[in-house]
């Protein structure tokens, strides 16, 4: 008698709970799973240690703060067993991922080892703390049609992104996309990513079955996918379905995947397809109001179900999320923009 195949459902959590701040999971041969404190909404970061010789490769360090120092000496000293951390992994460069990479290799003594483009943007993003806010990204916003009390949060916000980063070290190593690198006992591969970071780095061991995903395959939520003042024209959206389309062909669909927020999950195949049928959605969504011109701040509706006005860093994530998604139109000539005498851009269908 053939027994009905019960229909596995995707992504499913073989996890039942996420470690405490200064505990580990082993979530694989040799590889553990901590997490660090972030402000809400996330709240959290998962970061990862391989057993590497007499000594640890950590991949993401959470952000820069007192708590987070306090969490990696607790583990330090606990799940690390004091054994040295021998280098350390950025995936990209937000914060919340390289926020303590300076204070854990200067600790260590280890190198960094990232993507170039990560690093270099890094480093150029810290170096706007301390500067006024640009008038480039004041013009952006107004654009968009942000009112004044946004545009004031913006002079006050910007800035701290370097604030939630400790020293990056002067010097790091590049990784490359398809690059093999040998941790401990087993084979990583470098697949790289692009559109909610220039040149996101995941590692995939294909003898563990295993993918650190990083923030470019998460499980619950969706990674912002955003275009920035410093380059208005991007079209990071292009860049995010071609990167679904390669972690499609070159990582299996039987891993577990480590991601940086949530939990570890499989299902890998089905979330990337997920993940690009909700954007396409929305530039369905988006196409249906663009009968007639909209500013960006009238299109938060046919993205966002969360009121983005909630908070000023999640009304910035929607601006440019929303503006990814224009880009994309236009850059295949299904929208357009034009500038009214009010300095804002209004959107329509070309
Ligand atoms: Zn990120």
Redesign the pocket.
Known sequence: MKVAEKQQIVPSYPFEAPPKQGQAVEVAPGILWMRKPLPPPLSHINTWAIADGAGWTAVDTGMQSSETAAGWSEAIAGALKHRPIERVFGT?M?P??IGMAGWLTRRFECRLWMTRLEYLTCRVLVADTGREAPAEGVEFYRRAGWDDEAIDQYRARFGGFGKAVYQLPDSYRRIVDGERIAIGEHEWTVVVGSG??PE?ASLYCPALRVLIS??QVLPRIS??VSVFPTEPDADPLADWFDSLVHFERTVPDDVLVLP?HNEPFTGLHSRLHSLANGHLRGLDRLRKQLAEPKRVVDLFGALFARNVYADPHLLGMATGECIAHLNYLIARGEAKAERGDDGVDRYRRA
């Open positions: 990209h937000h919340d991922h909610h970071s996101h990083g923030d990674s912002n940086s």
